[in-house]
């Protein structure tokens, strides 16, 4: 199956032409905007929504003020920008022509007059109003659009390639990308489990934890925020790693994009918004899809995700959001690292013809006796999955300093995943509602801001588990015998408080706790197919009901407008999954009643320094203690493996990001970046049982580092923008993608090896005072991977085992023979181009 698509061809040749006969203009240095806000008395607002606009191309920012009334806008290109302040029962202020001067920063301290009784302040809807995106004095980062949207911006993983603290794998498609935030989600392969998602607001993460990110083009965001560490006090079950929330680009007009690429990639892209005195709303379509660089990974994609906004009356607005998304895609098979050093892209494997290739073990006839060996190709793997997503938010004023926010979604994942020797067909519906109140005002005599919300969440599944047949075709139905059935349900809710508040001109501290009550029922049907005798059906009931509580506590000190210090203590929980709970652990089915959720305390310290427009250097350390740890184990000889709880562990480690122009005079247009994380995660208490014949060995990995968990990564970026002259426009960066190699196993044995990624891009960017054609392009070329080397771009975990007939412990050229790894791409090319309209 292929998606429909209009195909943009020959549009770099075009952009060679055009360039080639003008003279290239451009500015792409960015600064900062910021300021306070404070009523006709002096007194400092929170909460005040801050609208600002490019004068020359409509893009727009939306921040909000914190209790101090501060309010800070980085990242801004060079450039013309009008500033909206609004908060309700205030008159709206509009300030025209704030200049953002070269590699340099502004500062906007703004004044409201209090509206009169039945005035109508007409302003832009706001499209984005969570006020808890950037938790005050945690550790959060933010990624704006100027830093990848000239970029191969393939999937998520470049976004975050910029954000220290978190590091990416491969997961089951092209841009389905495993996220982790220091370490939290590194033993999950596919998708992203312990830590929260949203997009503009609206959680896109659905009530058993799992959030995928095919539904993410990064084309379509103005920026991403990350929270990191524990952050269940505020956003609930599952936030043990912390938030990420997606900003959809604010777009007047129309632009198209093209990117094309090696292997045969393109995404054709169309952007679209307009912005009226009570509405604004904005649209993003894409179609991707390409052959990839290993065998038997073709995909095709198509995305839209919408937002819209409308005042419907001075005290209310209602937002819109919808985001569907349809992937078909193949799939190759992990490789064990021998294979990885023999054919680290499955060349020639579409028949297990050359060395190094792997494959699935298929029963001949669908359900029992005689296997095969076949390859992904043979095989059929893949994935046809769609998602759609829909919310409503609706904000009423009660006074100008407390609004209601009341917000439904509804999620449906609906999959076909014939992934290995089994696949899965299972309809995911759910959804999710959060009622929250938010005060901004004074408390006890303090500036101060009040958090509360209440929360319910709902999901509902029916999972049909089947054996893949030899030269069958699962994704159009052609499967063996059913293996399992898993159908039931899962419910979160909950109740969370945060209360901000000004002590001192310099001084913001912060309370808050949730609590969470979690039910699971499920009941899960597993067959078996003896030869010579009747199909048997094994039937296990299970229902668990978790409550959960989780506080923090922060503290930030300014200590001058250009360094703040602060630190946090968080906490954080997940619960288990309905299908941890049917093996008890005597190893026979049942209700494994003893499972606990996972659950976590952290604590960070950090500084934000800015001395000047020259330097910004962010830095913060973070310990966390682990506790109960989901885990498998084996019970014994001949039973089945079950889930259990690793007692403790602890996570201790740094990151930082440094962004410097050493000479902003003599060569303005030089920036250099880096982002760096070092991140140690052990075992305190866990000791592992492994079993083989007649054996069952016990073995203690107090102090062994967690498998999956990359120690130390880098991004060093060298990046020259000209800022002036006849190649104004012209810029480019050279950078280095660095990762530790890390453990695949619990007894530390065998490593995924590290790896440097060397990339480079040239880029045109128009400046935003210039008129004409080439005001309305931007293009780039850019080479990943220049030296073209194998690297790992994914591994899995792999199980310790035991020699069946000594019952010791196997060696690392065992575990180097256990399916585990994705190679990265090679060298590969990509260009890419926009153009827009203005009304």
């Given at each position: 199956?292929?998606?429909?698509?209009?195909?943009?061809?020959?549009?770099?040749?075009?952009?060679?032409?055009?360039?080639?006969?003008?003279s290239?203009?451009?500015?792409?240095?960015?600064?900062?905007?910021?300021?306070?806000?404070?009523?006709?008395?002096?007194?400092?607002?929170?909460?005040v929504?801050?609208?600002?606009?490019?004068e020359?191309?409509?893009?727009?920012?939306?921040?909000?003020?914190?209790?101090?009334?501060?309010?800070?806008?980085?990242?801004?290109?060079?450039?013309?920008?009008?500033?909206?302040?609004?908060l309700p029962?205030?008159?709206?202020?509009?300030?025209?022509?704030?200049?953002?001067?070269?590699g340099?920063s502004?500062?906007?301290?703004?004044t409201?007059?209090?509206?009169?009784?039945g005035?109508?302040?007409?302003?832009?809807?706001?499209?984005?109003?969570?006020?808890?995106?950037?938790?005050?004095?945690?550790?959060?980062?933010?990624?704006?659009?100027?830093?990848?949207?000239?970029?191969?911006?393939?999937?998520?993983?470049?976004?975050?390639?910029?954000?220290?603290?978190?590091?990416?794998?491969?997961?089951n498609?092209?841009?389905?990308?495993?996220?982790?935030?220091?370490?939290?989600?590194?033993?999950?392969?596919?998708?992203?489990?312990?830590l929260?998602?949203?997009?503009?607001?609206?959680?896109?993460?659905?009530?058993?934890?799992?959030?995928?990110?095919?539904?993410?083009?990064?084309?379509?965001?103005d920026e991403?925020?990350?929270?990191?560490?524990?952050?269940?006090a505020?956003?609930?079950?599952?936030?043990?790693g912390?938030?990420?929330?997606?900003?959809?680009?604010?777009?007047?007009?129309?632009?198209?994009?093209?990117?094309?690429?090696?292997?045969g990639?393109e995404?054709?892209?169309?952007?679209?918004?307009?912005?009226?005195?009570?509405y604004r709303?904005?649209?993003?379509?894409?179609?991707?899809?390409?052959?990839?660089?290993?065998d038997?990974?073709?995909?095709?994609?198509?995305?839209?995700?919408?937002?819209?906004?409308?005042?419907?009356?001075?005290k209310?607005?209602?937002?819109?959001?919808?985001i569907?998304?349809?992937?078909?895609?193949?799939?190759?098979?992990?490789?064990?690292?021998?294979?990885?050093?023999?054919?680290?892209?499955?060349?020639?494997?579409?028949?297990?013809?050359v060395?190094?290739?792997?494959?699935?073990?298929?029963?001949?006839?669908?359900?029992?006796?005689?296997?095969?060996?076949?390859?992904?190709?043979?095989?059929?793997?893949?994935?046809?999955?769609?998602?759609?997503?829909?919310?409503?938010?609706?904000?009423?004023?009660?006074?100008?300093?407390?609004?209601?926010?009341?917000?439904?979604?509804?999620?449906?994942?609906?999959?076909?995943?014939p992934?290995?020797?089994?696949?899965?067909?299972e309809?995911v519906?759910s959804?999710?509602?959060?009622?929250?109140?938010?005060?901004?005002?004074?408390?006890?005599?303090?500036?101060?801001?009040?958090?509360?919300?209440?929360?319910?969440?709902?999901?509902?599944?029916?999972?049909?588990?089947?054996?893949?047949?030899?030269?069958?075709?699962?994704?159009?139905g052609?499967?063996?015998?059913?293996?399992?059935?898993?159908?039931?349900?899962?419910?979160?809710?909950?109740?969370?408080a945060r209360?901000?508040?000004?002590?001192?001109?310099?001084?913001?501290?912060?309370?808050?706790?949730?609590f969470?009550?979690?039910?699971?029922?499920?009941?899960?049907?597993?067959?078996?197919?003896?030869?010579?005798?009747?199909?048997?059906?094994?039937?296990?009931?299970?229902?668990?009901?978790?409550?959960?509580?989780?506080?923090s506590?922060?503290?930030?000190?300014?200590?001058?407008?250009?360094?703040?210090?602060?630190?946090?203590?968080?906490?954080?929980?997940?619960?288990?999954?309905?299908?941890?709970?049917?093996?008890?652990?005597?190893?026979?089915?049942?209700?494994?009643?003893?499972?606990?959720?996972?659950?976590?305390?952290?604590?960070?310290?950090?500084?934000?320094?800015?001395p000047?427009?020259?330097?910004?250097?962010?830095?913060?350390?973070?310990?966390?203690?682990f506790h109960?740890e989901?885990?498998?184990?084996?019970?014994?000889?001949?039973?089945?493996?079950?889930?259990?709880?690793?007692?403790?562990?602890?996570?201790?480690?740094?990151?930082?990001?440094?962004?410097?122009?050493?000479?902003?005079?003599?060569?303005?247009?030089?920036?250099?970046?880096?982002?760096?994380?070092?991140?140690?995660?052990?075992?305190?208490d866990?000791?592992e049982?492994?079993?083989?014949?007649?054996?069952?060995?016990?073995?203690n990995?107090?102090?062994?580092?967690?498998?999956?968990?990359?120690p130390?990564?880098?991004?060093?970026?060298?990046?020259?923008?000209?800022?002036?002259?006849?190649?104004?426009?012209?810029?480019?960066?050279?950078?280095?993608?660095?990762?530790?190699g890390?453990?695949?196993?619990?007894?530390?044995?065998?490593?995924?090896?590290?790896?440097?990624?060397?990339?480079?891009?040239?880029?045109y960017?128009?400046?935003?005072?210039?008129?004409?054609?080439?005001?309305?392009?931007?293009?780039?070329?850019e080479?990943?991977n220049?030296?073209?080397?194998?690297?790992?771009?994914?591994?899995?975990?792999?199980?310790?085992?035991?020699n069946?007939?000594?019952?010791?412990?196997?060696?690392?050229?065992t575990?180097?023979?256990?399916?585990?790894?994705?190679?990265?791409?090679?060298?590969?090319?990509y260009?890419?181009?926009?153009?827009?309209?203005?009304?």
């Amino acid at each position: 199956m292929r998606l429909n698509r209009n195909v943009i061809t020959s549009s770099l040749l075009l952009l060679t032409i055009v360039i080639g006969a003008r003279s290239l203009r451009s500015q792409t240095t960015t600064g900062v905007l910021s300021g306070t806000v404070t009523d006709q008395s002096g007194g400092l607002l929170a909460g005040v929504q801050i609208l600002v606009e490019n004068e020359t191309n409509g893009a727009a920012r939306t921040v909000y003020t914190d209790a101090g009334g501060r309010y800070s806008v980085p990242n801004l290109p060079a450039g013309s920008y009008r500033v909206t302040a609004t908060l309700p029962r205030f008159e709206a202020l509009v300030r025209q022509g704030v200049v953002i001067p070269t590699g340099g920063s502004a500062s906007a301290d703004l004044t409201l007059k209090v509206g009169r009784v039945g005035t109508e302040v007409k302003v832009n809807a706001p499209l984005s109003a969570d006020p808890t995106e950037v938790p005050t004095a945690q550790i959060d980062n933010v990624v704006n659009q100027e830093d990848y949207t000239n970029t191969q911006a393939l999937s998520v993983a470049n976004i975050f390639a910029l954000s220290p603290g978190v590091t990416t794998q491969q997961g089951n498609g092209p841009r389905d990308i495993s996220i982790s935030i220091r370490g939290s989600n590194a033993q999950q392969t596919y998708g992203v489990r312990n830590l929260q998602m949203s997009e503009d607001g609206f959680p896109v993460t659905q009530p058993d934890g799992l959030g995928r990110t095919d539904i993410n083009d990064p084309h379509a965001y103005d920026e991403v925020d990350v929270v990191e560490g524990p952050s269940s006090a505020l956003y609930g079950n599952y936030a043990t790693g912390g938030h990420i929330n997606f900003h959809q680009r604010q777009v007047q007009g129309i632009e198209f994009g093209a990117d094309v690429g090696s292997f045969g990639y393109e995404n054709d892209y169309l952007s679209m918004g307009s912005t009226g005195e009570q509405y604004r709303w904005t649209g993003f379509f894409s179609n991707v899809r390409g052959s990839q660089y290993t065998d038997h990974t073709n995909y095709d994609t198509f995305t839209a995700d919408m937002l819209a906004g409308y005042s419907l009356t001075p005290k209310d607005r209602i937002v819109l959001k919808f985001i569907d998304n349809e992937l078909v895609t193949q799939l190759s098979i992990r490789l064990s690292l021998n294979q990885y050093q023999l054919n680290p892209w499955q060349k020639g494997c579409a028949s297990l013809a050359v060395a190094g290739c792997a494959s699935v073990s298929l029963y001949e006839n669908g359900f029992n006796g005689t296997k095969v060996s076949e390859s992904a190709d043979e095989a059929e793997l893949g994935r046809h999955d769609r998602r759609t997503i829909l919310g409503m938010r609706w904000d009423h004023d009660f006074t100008e300093k407390t609004t209601l926010s009341t917000q439904v979604v509804w999620d449906d994942r609906d999959i076909n995943q014939p992934t290995s020797s089994t696949g899965v067909f299972e309809p995911v519906p759910s959804y999710n509602m959060i009622s929250d109140l938010i005060r901004h005002g004074t408390l006890w005599g303090v500036q101060s801001t009040t958090y509360v919300a209440l929360s319910f969440n709902y999901e509902n599944y029916k999972e049909d588990s089947y054996n893949l047949t030899p030269m069958g075709n699962p994704l159009d139905g052609t499967v063996g015998g059913t293996t399992a059935n898993l159908f039931g349900n899962v419910w979160n809710s909950g109740l969370r408080a945060r209360q901000e508040f000004l002590l001192a001109k310099k001084w913001t501290a912060v309370v808050g706790a949730g609590f969470e009550h979690t039910g699971l029922a499920a009941t899960e049907q597993n067959y078996a197919y003896p030869s010579g005798a009747a199909p048997t059906i094994t039937t296990i009931p299970a229902l668990r009901v978790y409550n959960e509580f989780a506080p923090s506590g922060a503290l930030r000190f300014q200590a001058t407008p250009g360094l703040a210090v602060h630190g946090d203590v968080g906490t954080g929980y997940g619960t288990p999954q309905s299908s941890n709970l049917f093996v008890t652990p005597q190893g026979v089915y049942g209700n494994n009643t003893q499972l606990k959720a996972q659950t976590n305390v952290g604590t960070d310290v950090g500084a934000d320094w800015k001395p000047g427009s020259y330097l910004l250097l962010s830095a913060a350390g973070f310990y966390e203690w682990f506790h109960n740890e989901l885990v498998t184990q084996s019970p014994g000889v001949n039973l089945q493996s079950y889930t259990y709880n690793a007692p403790a562990s602890a996570h201790r480690g740094v990151t930082m990001i440094a962004d410097f122009h050493p000479t902003p005079k003599v060569l303005p247009g030089v920036r250099f970046r880096v982002n760096y994380l070092f991140d140690r995660q052990s075992y305190s208490d866990f000791i592992e049982q492994l079993s083989a014949g007649n054996f069952t060995e016990r073995f203690n990995r107090d102090g062994n580092l967690i498998p999956g968990v990359i120690p130390q990564s880098l991004n060093f970026r060298v990046v020259y923008d000209q800022p002036s002259g006849r190649a104004r426009g012209i810029g480019g960066f050279v950078e280095d993608v660095v990762s530790q190699g890390f453990y695949l196993d619990n007894a530390d044995l065998i490593k995924a090896p590290g790896s440097h990624v060397l990339n480079a891009n040239l880029h045109y960017t128009p400046a935003a005072e210039k008129s004409g054609l080439l005001s309305r392009l931007t293009f780039y070329i850019e080479v990943a991977n220049i030296v073209g080397n194998a690297y790992v771009s994914s591994a899995s975990n792999i199980a310790d085992s035991l020699n069946s007939a000594t019952g010791a412990e196997n060696g690392a050229a065992t575990l180097a023979t256990t399916g585990s790894i994705w190679a990265g791409p090679p060298r590969t090319i990509y260009g890419g181009l926009r153009f827009w309209l203005r009304r």
